[in-house]
C-alpha cells in the first residue's frame, strides 16, 4: 500500500484561504468517502479534523472544510490563523479493510 | 472519557524483537465495531500505519511489515499488545496507538507516542 500522495509544504497569509490536496487510487481515496484529516504541532500527537471527507468533530473550527472528487480528497482551510500552522495528514481506509496515510503537508502562516 | 497510552522499551538493539502495549480506558475492545491500530512516525518523517484488531479478534498488518508484525489483545485488561520481530535502526520511531472510531473509519482517539531508538 503506497502512502497517498500530499504537497510537502503549503503557506499564506492570516486571513486567505489554503487548500492541501491528497491523491491516491482508486482502492484507498476513490474507493469510499472515508478520508480523514489530522493535524500534527510538533512533539504533540495527531489531532482527527476531518472525517468521512467532509464531517467536522465536535470541537473543531468551521474554518476547517473537506471535499472529494475522484481519487483526490481536499483539506480547505479558510481565515488561516498563526495556531494553524502545523503539519497535516490525510489519511484513508482501503479496500483491504487497511489504513493509508499521506506524505504530510506543512502548513505555514506568513 | 476515552484514553490511550503506550508502553514500551525506549531502546532497542538491532535484531531484537519490540514489545508494546497500548492500555486504553472509556471503551472496551469486547463492544462490537471497536478496533485499536499501532501507527508510527520516524523523526522528521510523516505517519505510517502498522496494523489493527478488532473486536472480533480479526487482525490486519501493512503489507510492507505484515512478516514481522503481531497484534493482540487482553480484554480483561484493556491492552492491545504488538510485537515487531529484527529491529532495524529505520524502525526508530514514535510508536502511537489510536482507536478507530466506532462504526466508522477515522482514528478518533490517539494515545501520546512512545518513542522507540533502535541501537546498538
Known amino acids: 500500500q503506497s502512502a497517498l500522495t500530499q504537497p510537502a509544504s503549503v503557506s499564506g497569509s492570516p486571513g486567505q484561504s489554503i487548500s492541501i490536496s491528497c491523491t491516491g487510487t482508486?482502492?484507498?481515496?476513490?474507493?469510499?468517502?472515508?478520508v480523514s484529516w489530522y493535524q500534527q504541532h510538533p512533539g504533540k500527537a495527531p489531532k482527527l479534523m476531518i472525517y468521512d471527507v467532509s464531517n467536522r468533530p465536535s470541537g473543531v473550527s468551521t474554518r476547517f472544510s473537506g471535499s472529494k472528487s475522484g481519487n483526490t480528497a481536499s483539506l480547505t482551510i479558510s481565515g488561516l490563523q498563526a495556531e494553524d500552522e502545523a503539519e497535516y495528514y490525510c489519511?484513508?481506509?482501503?479496500?483491504?479493510?487497511?489504513?493509508?496515510f499521506g506524505t504530510g503537508t506543512k502548513v505555514t502562516v506568513l | 472519557q476515552v484514553t490511550l497510552k503506550e508502553s514500551g522499551p525506549a531502546l532497542v538493539k538491532p535484531t531484537q524483537t519490540l514489545t508494546l502495549t497500548c492500555t486504553f480506558s472509556g471503551f472496551s475492545l469486547n463492544t462490537g465495531g471497536m478496533r485499536v491500530s499501532w501507527i508510527r512516525q520516524p523523526p522528521g518523517k510523516a505517519l505510517e500505519w502498522l496494523a489493527r484488531i478488532d473486536w472480533d479478534d480479526e487482525k490486519f498488518y501493512s503489507t510492507s511489515l505484515k512478516t514481522r508484525l503481531t497484534i493482540s489483545k487482553d480484554t480483561s485488561k484493556n491492552q492491545v499488545v504488538l510485537t515487531m520481530t529484527n529491529m532495524d535502526p529505520v524502525d526508530t520511531a514514535t510508536y502511537y496507538c489510536a482507536r478507530y472510531a466506532i462504526s466508522g473509519y477515522h482514528f478518533d482517539y490517539w494515545g501520546q507516542g512512545t518513542l522507540v531508538t533502535v541501537s546498538s
Open positions: 489519511s484513508s481506509h482501503t479496500t483491504s479493510s487497511t489504513s493509508v
Open positions: 482508486s482502492s484507498d481515496v476513490g474507493a469510499y468517502n472515508y
